[in-house]
């Protein structure tokens, strides 16, 4: 099981949007589907009964679906790369994620890759298809865009995710150069970084841009125990972040995270429906969540 899981805050279009991607994709497969109970529906204002969450995976990636409402939309802050090992697999995967689509970068060859295009698919999501001949499947692979007043912090926001995660690093950084305006001489063009072992990818740029991170695209973070649950809550929390409700926060750079014990998703899936309301009741009542008293709705 993955440590960090993104997931994608749908509109009603959750199911849809899964059928879709793991039509796409190899690799991929739907997993356990959660359904609003009574409290949860009264507390988010969707039909009782309906599709919650959907868990899923593409290329070996496992991704979270929720079908939140229309408060958020999906930023080009937060897209997802796809590694391809021929060009043909670039040109594949364009023609299926740009109908009904924009086209944020186009399809072409650019001095970092023959054969590169961005993408915001029918339902939002971005995606950057790139041709790296250098591997032999295909990957998926997070990015942050530090846009606006965040331009500049990419490579202070990656040295503090690795200090906070085990097994991470900092791997291949390329920087603008000083003909390269508007962006800074020396800010992230581009740089890979792991955290717990899962690639991610992090840029800055200075060009005009109205978005910045939201809760569309947050990251849940699988945590054993209380230990944990209150160490990256801290951790993510600190120097200007925000706390906020059922598991959910932004850290210092406006990213969202979600801290959940891996108990929690087996509580709320419990069978006695009136078990899993009460642990529903009872995180609807919580910021950082608190497992003792989750486990005590649950024996009522």
């Given at each position: 099981?993955?440590?960090?899981?993104?997931?994608?805050?749908?509109?009603?279009?959750?199911?849809?949007?899964?059928?879709?991607?793991?039509?796409?994709?190899?690799?991929?497969?739907?997993?356990?589907?959660?359904?609003?109970?009574?409290?949860s529906?009264?507390?988010?204002?969707?039909?009782?009964?309906?599709?919650?969450?959907?868990?899923?995976?593409?290329?070996?990636?496992?991704?979270?679906?929720?079908?939140?409402?229309?408060?958020?939309?999906?930023?080009?802050?937060?897209?997802?790369?796809?590694?391809?090992?021929?060009?043909?697999?670039?040109?594949?995967?364009?023609?299926?994620?740009?109908?009904?689509?924009?086209?944020?970068?186009?399809?072409?060859?650019?001095?970092?890759?023959?054969?590169?295009?961005?993408?915001?698919?029918?339902?939002?999501?971005?995606?950057?298809?790139?041709?790296?001949?250098?591997?032999?499947?295909?990957?998926?692979?997070?990015?942050?865009?530090?846009?606006?007043?965040r331009?500049?912090?990419?490579?202070?926001?990656?040295?503090?995710?690795?200090?906070?995660?085990?097994?991470?690093?900092?791997?291949?950084?390329?920087?603008?150069?000083?003909?390269?305006e508007?962006?800074?001489?020396?800010?992230?063009?581009?740089?890979?970084?792991?955290?717990c072992?899962?690639?991610?990818?992090?840029?800055?740029?200075?060009?005009?841009?109205?978005?910045?991170?939201?809760?569309?695209?947050?990251f849940?973070?699988?945590?054993?125990?209380?230990?944990?649950?209150?160490?990256?809550?801290?951790?993510?929390?600190?120097?200007?972040?925000?706390?906020?409700?059922?598991?959910w926060?932004?850290?210092k750079?406006?990213?969202?995270?979600?801290?959940?014990?891996?108990?929690?998703?087996?509580?709320?899936?419990?069978?006695?429906?009136?078990?899993?309301?009460?642990?529903t009741?009872?995180?609807?009542?919580?910021?950082?969540?608190?497992?003792?008293?989750?486990?005590?709705?649950?024996?009522?």
């Open positions: 099981m993955q440590k960090i899981t993104p997931n994608l805050w749908f509109d009603g279009d959750t199911e849809d949007a899964v059928n879709r991607y793991t039509t796409i994709f190899d690799d991929s497969e739907i997993g356990i589907i959660s359904r609003y109970n009574e409290a529906a009264a507390a988010s204002g969707q039909p009782e009964g309906s599709v919650m969450t959907v868990e899923f995976e593409l290329e070996g990636q496992s991704f979270v679906a929720l079908n939140g409402g229309p408060q958020f939309l999906f930023p080009p802050a937060i897209s997802f790369i796809v590694n391809c090992p021929t060009t043909d697999e670039v040109d594949e995967l364009w023609a299926q994620l740009s109908g009904s689509g924009e086209e944020l970068m186009p399809l072409d060859s650019y001095p970092f890759s023959d054969r590169y295009g961005w993408i915001e698919d029918e339902y939002g999501v971005s995606w950057q298809l790139i041709h790296a001949d250098y591997i032999p499947e295909r990957t998926i692979v997070p990015s942050l865009l530090f846009v606006g007043e331009c500049g912090q990419a490579e202070e926001a990656i040295d503090f995710y690795t200090s906070v995660f085990e097994d991470s690093a900092v791997g291949d950084i390329a920087r603008y150069g000083p003909d390269q508007p962006n800074e001489g020396g800010t992230v063009m581009f740089a890979d970084f792991t955290l072992g899962q690639h991610f990818a992090a840029m800055d740029s200075a060009q005009e841009h109205d978005f910045d991170f939201t809760e569309a695209i947050s849940i973070v699988d945590c054993a125990d209380q230990t944990e649950v209150d160490y990256y809550w801290e951790e993510l929390t600190a120097d200007g972040g925000e706390e906020g409700q059922c598991a926060l932004k850290d750079y406006g990213v969202s995270w979600q801290i959940v014990p891996n108990v929690l998703p087996e509580l709320l899936r419990d069978e006695d429906a009136e078990k899993a309301g009460r642990v009741e009872a995180m609807l009542q919580m910021q950082k969540m608190d497992i003792d008293a989750l486990e005590e709705a649950y024996a009522g």
